[in-house]
């Protein structure tokens, strides 16, 4: 991993970024494993994500990663656990409904075993979607992003950090920031509306599981 300075290359998402977080997004994502099983376009990642980037860019808790020309080459798109989806995130088409499905399915197990009532304030989200570009990848952006965003959780007064990951990398990613896995649900038992979309991913794949990752603002990064 080339690691690179990342002094002054971190910045609050405003709205001045926006348009060009949405494409980071779109170009992050063409070959993550929901793309492939749902059949997900750059514009349909753009379409989806553009509601929580323009949310997120008022609300200063989400960070964007520049280059030398102030290009969008990393995006860490964090809200509070409580705030709902945008209403637009319900009526997108079709194709996302398995993927809303599981991460709802995941999001409540999480919940159920919570030791108390989620209170507004108290529980940081990193989206999923939070993502760096190919071309940008293993340079320490991501791990960059998520050190500032423990940070800003901790600014912000928010007692844990809660993220999912849809992979065996990106959890170990998570375990190395000092996140532990509470709760996930396997990919191949996932039932929506009768079929198991994301059986797929589990045949020679890192792919196994969604999962939910959650660490507390106080304590030190392991990195």
């Known amino acids: 991993e080339r690691q690179v300075n990342m002094a002054g290359r971190l910045r609050a998402l405003t709205p001045q970024y926006v348009s060009r977080a949405v494409d980071c997004v779109a170009a992050s994502f063409a070959n993550d494993p929901f793309s492939r099983v749902a059949g997900l376009l750059p514009k349909d990642w753009a379409h989806m994500s553009a509601m929580f980037v323009s949310r997120a860019a008022e609300k200063n808790l989400s960070i964007v990663a520049v280059d030398d020309t102030d290009e969008v080459v990393g995006v860490m798109l964090n809200e509070d656990w409580k705030d709902r989806p945008p209403l637009e995130y319900y009526s997108l088409e079709g194709k996302w409904r398995p993927i809303r499905a599981i991460f709802s399915q995941c999001r409540l197990q999480y919940k159920q075993i919570h030791p108390r009532y989620i209170e507004r304030h108290s529980v940081m989200h990193p989206l999923y979607f939070s993502c760096v570009r190919p071309e940008a990848r293993r340079q320490g952006i991501m791990t960059a992003m998520w ?6 959780a901790s600014d912000f007064h928010f007692d844990h950090v809660v993220t999912e990951a849809s992979s065996e990398i990106t959890g170990q990613v998570c375990t190395k920031l000092g996140f532990k896995e509470l709760t996930n649900v396997p990919y191949s038992t996932f039932l929506c509306e009768g079929k198991h979309p994301f059986a797929p991913l589990v045949d020679n794949s890192p792919f196994d599981r969604l999962s939910i990752f959650a ?7 392991v990195v």
Do not use: A, D, I, T
């Not at 660490?215 to 990064?221: A, C, D, H, I, N």
């Open 147 to 152: 050190n500032k965003s423990v940070e800003v």
């Open 215 to 221: 660490r507390p603002v106080q304590s030190g990064l």
